[in-house]
């Protein structure tokens, strides 16, 4: 438990500090090197069109990382000390987390890079999360790739010279040929990589559980869930403004249904 709660607080940090570098090389590495000729027209100058992209999609994944926090779910406080009470609890899609201490409604999992619960309140905001987070990292190593091919003159047109970059890099900064800024870039590539296809997988899969309805807590304990057109499903986690949601970071607009779903 002790661990836990220990990756509860480590998880978090690792994201900002990620969040915080990745802007740190938008800002001062990236958009500097796509600037053009001043005399050429700035209204839709590449560096203006990428960092108005990568704003958006940061600011949609940092915005609804401070929504899944705020919209932590409800602690129904019915099951707390169930083990010891044996009391059973009032639904099979609650569950006490022993790492927040609570009774959650529609419990998901537990997420320690937000560490928090992940319910029924907060699991748009959640999947929304997952959803930017992948496209800023991918964006992100696309525009890196676009640098380190500036940079080095190295081409990327054959499939495999990303997957030899490491390596190739590794050596020629030990010789001298590649700066330590330029190996650090080439590091965050890899973990941009890493991190984008991760989130995209775990968004991929929230969206199929909730297209059948489900929850990863159902799912595990093999708890059998009423059969329901997955346009409801939909509509239930993401509400009727799902287009708004989408483009704009806000509250969870669902049907009045997702509350009284375990009724």
Not at 177 to 192: D, H, K, P, Q, R
Not at 213 to 222: A, F, N, P
Request: hydrophobic share 50%; net charge positive.
């Amino acid at each position: 438990m002790l661990a836990l709660r220990l990756l509860n607080v480590v998880a978090p940090a690792y994201f900002l500090c990620i969040s915080l570098v990745t802007f740190v090389l938008q800002l001062f590495l990236f958009l500097p090197s796509m600037r053009q000729d001043p005399a050429a027209a700035r209204l839709f100058s590449p560096a203006l069109l990428h960092g108005a992209l990568f704003l958006f999609l940061s600011a949609n994944a940092l915005g609804n990382y401070v929504l899944v926090i705020q919209n932590s779910p409800d602690d129904l406080g019915a099951c707390q000390g169930a083990s010891t009470r044996k009391v059973p609890c009032p639904s099979p899609s609650t569950h006490f987390c022993r790492v927040c201490a609570r009774v959650t409604l529609r419990h998901d999992h537990h997420c320690f890079f937000t560490g928090n619960c992940i319910g029924s309140r907060n699991m748009r905001n959640f999947v929304l999360f997952c959803l930017y987070t992948s496209l800023a990292c991918l964006y992100s190593m696309v525009a890196g790739v676009a640098y380190i091919s500036a940079v080095l003159s190295i081409s990327f047109a054959h499939p495999l010279a990303f997957l030899t970059l490491l390596p190739t890099s590794i050596s020629q900064f030990f010789s001298g040929a590649v700066l330590g800024s330029e190996m650090f870039v080439i590091l965050m590539l890899y973990l941009w990589f890493a991190i984008g296809l991760a989130c995209a997988g775990f968004c991929c899969h929230q969206l199929l559980l909730i297209l059948r309805g489900q929850t990863r807590h159902q799912v595990r304990k093999g708890v059998a869930v009423r059969a329901r057109p997955w346009r409801k499903n939909l509509q239930e986690v993401f509400g009727k403004r799902w287009l708004l949601g989408l483009l704009v970071p806000m509250f969870n607009v669902g049907s009045e249904s997702s509350k009284q779903q375990d009724k």
